[in-house]
């Protein structure tokens, strides 16, 4: 164990069964999937069409669908938890699955959060406040914004590539925007470790930017102009509106407040005291990505 309680990834990793990976096609969950299988750790793809994923064992699931819940659960003892996307009331949902997966004989969860959503807050902070009440062995990771927000199928990513632009709310405000491999490989230090963290983890890059900072370095590592427009926050919650449900396009602007008062403005070394390496920086990614 480190200093301040969390597992350390030296040493023999405790011996699993099955990881449950849920949103094994997603963005971290792919990640944590791959790297799993690829140390030899068995693992259950889940996801809504069990597409099929390199090394670990495809299943449906669908966390609106208890009916897939069993399937997904039997023979598994650690579970990795992405959240359903765009429900800001996802306890609902979560919380019986949770109680089920610790019936079935699940000892170990490690939930994605979010920086910005502490115990007890809204959406997933709800679970997150629950988690070590069903589980003895735990951990909530709370990164900081991706950078692959900016190169995948993100909606920023995509407003990039068709022109060049980055709206946000965020004004001058910076944020430690973290590479989702860090995010998989603490994930995986955090399902594997003989001792699990037991406590939340606030992951960050090795830096804060603004998002004015993010448009330059992309404009100079990409070779294309790239630019940031700022919103107010009723301009972005409108603008998300067109695309998903208004309560949850005023969360994410009221995110983007926050993060303009200073909210996202600090960087952590979680990445570095749980893997043994530093985190990635976003000029870093860009470089080693194919254009």
Request: proline content about 7%; hydrophobic content about 40%.
């Amino acid at each position: 164990m480190t200093t301040d309680g969390t597992a350390s990834t030296t040493g023999t990793p405790a011996a699993t069964g099955t990881t449950l990976v849920i949103g094994a096609t997603g963005t971290t969950g792919s990640r944590t999937a791959a790297r799993l299988t690829a140390a030899g750790h068995r693992v259950r793809a889940a996801g809504r069409r069990a597409t099929p994923v390199a090394g670990a064992e495809p299943v449906a699931f669908d966390w609106y669908d208890p009916a897939t819940h069993a399937a997904a659960l039997d023979g598994v003892d650690r579970v990795y938890l992405v959240p359903p996307l765009g429900d800001s009331e996802p306890a609902r949902v979560m919380l019986p699955f949770l109680q089920r997966a610790r019936a079935a004989g699940t000892h170990r969860a490690v939930l994605l959060s979010s920086s910005a959503i502490p115990e007890g807050g809204p959406a997933v902070g709800v679970v997150h406040q629950a988690l070590p009440g069903l589980f003895e062995q735990w951990a909530v990771l709370r990164p900081s914004w991706f950078m692959q927000n900016f190169t995948g199928t993100h909606a920023h990513a995509q407003s990039i590539r068709e022109d060049g632009t980055i709206w946000t709310a965020t004004g001058s405000g910076r944020v430690g925007f973290v590479d989702a491999e860090d995010i998989a490989a603490v994930a995986v230090a955090a399902l594997t470790a003989e001792h699990a963290p037991n406590t939340d983890l606030v992951l960050t890059g090795p830096e804060t930017l603004g998002y004015d900072d993010i448009a330059t370095i992309l404009t100079e590592v990409t070779g294309r102009p790239v630019v940031h427009r700022r919103l107010s926050y009723e301009q972005l919650r409108d603008r998300l509106a067109a695309h998903t449900p208004v309560p949850f396009a005023a969360m994410l602007a009221g995110l983007d407040r926050a993060i303009a008062e200073g909210a996202e403005d600090r960087v952590t070394d979680t990445v570095q005291r749980l893997t043994g390496r530093p985190a990635r920086s976003f000029r870093a990614l860009l470089e080693s990505e194919p254009r």
